[in-house]
């Protein structure tokens, strides 16, 4: 059974830090991992869709990246903003596509002004 | 349509009545699930459709929770004699499944339930 695992659950910074969430899973065969960002009260946003052939992707001062092998990935926020508060997740999909996606708990970023 | 859309967005009932949640996919998505999070949670999974079929419904907490899907498209989610405990956002996702695009998933923004 997949487990995956997102540490620390919270975070806080000032503003202008660059910062790297992690997140871990236990079963290596993968279709894809994918970041979300939650706003509180609101649904999830997804920011990065990581294909299980592919080491990272980036999208504005967003990079993921993807390490199957040691069952990691990691979400890196280059100079944030206090518009970057919010709880990120990840989740990975099984390696048949078929399936749900397994989530972690996220972890609550606070980027103080 | 462009984007996952779930009604009603609130929902205030009393305890004991029965409730349905809708969602409608992004157009040709074949799979479609339902999550539940409570306040301060994590996604608790519910049921997965593949199609109109649903393959894992391992996460329906009781059998007061249902599920349909009609038309590879809208799904409803119906609970009987709602509990103060059945609170929750409900959030439906939607995904093209196979080797087709990606199988990132795409979520609506949720029904927020409150029983009282």
């Known amino acids: 059974k997949q487990e995956v695992t997102q540490i620390p659950a919270a975070l806080s910074v000032p503003e202008g830090e660059n910062l790297v969430l992690n997140c871990s899973f236990t079963d290596s065969a993968i279709y894809n991992l994918q970041w979300f960002r939650q706003d509180p009260g609101k649904g999830l946003t997804s920011l990065l869709l990581i294909q299980s052939s592919q080491r990272e992707q980036t999208s504005g001062r967003l990079n993921a990246s993807l390490d199957k092998s040691s069952g990691r990935s990691t979400l890196y926020i280059a100079a944030s903003q206090p518009g970057d508060s919010a709880t990120y997740l990840c989740?990975?999909?099984?390696?048949?596509?078929?399936?749900?996606?397994?989530f972690g708990d996220g972890t609550t970023l606070t980027v103080k002004p | 349509g462009a984007g996952v859309s779930q009604s009603p967005s609130n929902k205030v009932t009393e305890k004991g009545k029965d409730v349905e949640l809708r969602c409608d996919p992004i157009s040709g998505h074949t799979a479609l699930y339902w999550y539940r999070q409570r306040l301060g949670q994590g996604l608790e999974f519910l049921i997965y459709f593949q199609g109109n079929s649903a393959p894992d419904k391992s996460g329906l907490p009781s059998d007061r929770f249902s599920a349909e899907r009609t038309g590879e498209s809208v799904s409803t989610l119906t609970i009987q004699r709602t509990q103060q405990e059945d609170s929750a956002v409900y959030l439906c996702?939607?995904?093209?499944?196979?080797?087709?695009?990606?199988?990132?998933?795409?979520f609506g923004s949720g029904t927020r339930l409150t029983v009282v």
């Open positions: 996702a939607s995904s093209l499944a196979g080797t087709g695009g990606g199988g990132g998933y795409t």
């Open positions: 989740a990975v999909r099984p390696g048949t596509n078929a399936g749900k996606s397994t």
